[in-house]
């Protein structure tokens, strides 16, 4: 046991940025090893259709989260002063309950036409259940983005594998009880709420008199006047990124109806879930670490060089196994019917890989404060995944929007890559 103990604190010393994110990855690991575990029982338990009800669910909602705490939880990060970061924790706790009682007017009036309008009238009454995601969701990012702050890097993951813990044991029993897609969706909202309840109770514990002190209307006004650019500028840029990240479902089910989509969400979950096994946890250490080397004037171009250049290695090798193997690897773990989503996979993967180093360049980009070039990019972005799936639909193949869609991701994260890069070469050379 020494040795390894003596061989960890060589590779991760304590107190180290690699320290810090492989804490974040321990918990956000076992939760996304579970919910990858569990993914080939919730395939025999629901069916393609089901899936891509949840998938339109969960991309109306991951929209909609996305203004939910107008980016306040991001800018948290970056005060020197607590008072002043306690401040904006407040906002975000404000935006978010705003924007999920707009929701909830919004979903009164409009279910029934949404669900027509998506194809998804399976999904029914448990439409209504989405403004309590919103408000979960965005409570749960704001708490976490305050304890990552802090450092309680332990206390973030724990948080982050019960909410993966929650979600899992709904989503199973709502299976074996054949629910439907409303399981799916209760499971979701059930460990947003699971994890933002803990994270709460341990800001409430341990910096309670900072936040009494610092959630007045007055304070939190002028705070927020001071970072008003992250509600005008990063905050309809992440609601375009978010639009552009899920428009291809919510046109996929309009276009080829729910078990399409249901493939969709199948090739890109299998995708995307390993990855963030590595990457939930690194966001949040990497945007930490990159914000104080940023106050202080470290080198942050050595810190973006190595990330991204690791972050392209690690995703090489997984990368190309999907391209060769993708049906045939998905037919075998998930069941024969989802051949169909591995072939949507072997293209999607490629986007994924590159989307998975442009970490530090869309961090780089908020701690340079770039956000209304960002959103210039994230425009352009928008427009052309629209045509990519709008021109698989009009010649009703859904794969040629799936490749086209793809093709447009690689393109633009490679330009971020190049530009950020060459944004922080230039300050180094100042």
């Known amino acids: 046991m020494s040795r390894i103990a003596s061989f960890w604190r060589r590779i991760a010393p304590r107190g180290s940025f690699r320290a810090d994110v492989l804490t974040l990855m321990t918990g956000t690991a076992l939760g996304q090893a579970l919910l990858l575990a569990i993914a080939p029982l919730l395939t025999r338990l629901f069916s393609p259709a089901a899936f891509g009800a949840f998938g339109v669910y969960l991309s109306l909602a991951a929209i909609m989260s996305s203004v939910s705490t107008l980016r306040f939880d991001q800018a948290l990060m970056l005060p020197a002063e607590e008072e002043e970061a306690a401040s904006l924790l407040g906002a ?3 935006a978010s309950t705003a924007t999920a009682l707009a929701v909830f007017v919004a979903v009164q009036f409009g279910q029934r036409r949404a669900l027509t309008a998506l194809r998804i009238e399976a999904l029914g009454g448990w439409i209504l259940v989405l403004p309590l995601s919103v408000l979960t969701y965005g409570v749960f990012q704001a708490l976490n983005s305050w304890a990552v702050r802090h450092k309680e890097f332990t206390q973030s993951s724990a948080a982050q594998g019960t909410r993966a813990l929650a979600i899992a044991a709904v989503q199973l029993g709502s299976g074996v ?20 309840a803990l994270l709460a109770a341990r800001a409430r514990r341990h910096h309670g008199g900072l936040l009494r002190r610092s959630f007045r209307w007055r304070r939190i006004v002028a705070t927020v006047r001071d970072y008003r650019d992250f509600p005008m500028f990063s905050t309809p840029q992440n609601l375009l990124n978010a639009v552009s990240q899920h428009l291809p ?10 078990a399409v989509a249901g493939f ?6 299998s995708v995307q879930t390993p ?20 106050n202080r004037g470290g080198d942050t171009w050595s810190l973006f060089r190595l990330t991204t250049l690791h972050l392209l290695a690690m995703a090489a090798l997984p990368t ?9 690897l998905f037919a075998f773990v998930l069941g024969g019917r989802w051949l169909t989503a591995g072939a949507y996979a072997r293209w999607l993967v490629l986007w994924q890989g590159l989307m998975f180093a442009n970490v530090p360049a869309v961090f780089f ?8 070039e960002v959103l210039l990019v994230d425009v352009v972005l928008l427009f052309a995944r629209a045509l990519a799936i709008v021109a ?13 869609y793809s093709l447009v991701g690689v393109a633009v994260n490679l330009f971020m890559i190049a530009w950020v890069g060459r944004l922080l070469w230039r300050g180094r050379r100042r």
């Not at 969709?264 to 979950?269: E, F, K, P, T």
């Not at 190309?320 to 045939?328: E, I, K, N, R, T």
């Not at 980009?365 to 209304?372: I, M, P, T, Y």
């Open 92 to 94: 975000a706790l404000l």
């Open 365 to 372: 980009a908020q701690v340079l404060r770039k956000q209304k």
């Open 177 to 196: 009880l054949r629910s439907g897609p409303g399981g799916l969706v209760v499971g979701a909202a059930a460990g947003d709420a699971v994890g933002a």
């Open 275 to 294: 990855m963030n096994l590595f990457l939930t946890s690194l966001r949040q250490a990497f945007f930490q670490k990159a914000s104080e080397l940023h």
């Open 249 to 258: 479902l919510l046109l996929l089910a309009k276009f080829f109806g729910p």
């Open 320 to 328: 190309l196994a999907v391209v060769l193997f993708g049906p045939s």
């Open 392 to 404: 698989g639909g009009l010649r009703r193949d859904p794969l040629l929007g799936v490749i086209l």
């Open 264 to 269: 969709y969400v199948l090739a890109v979950r």
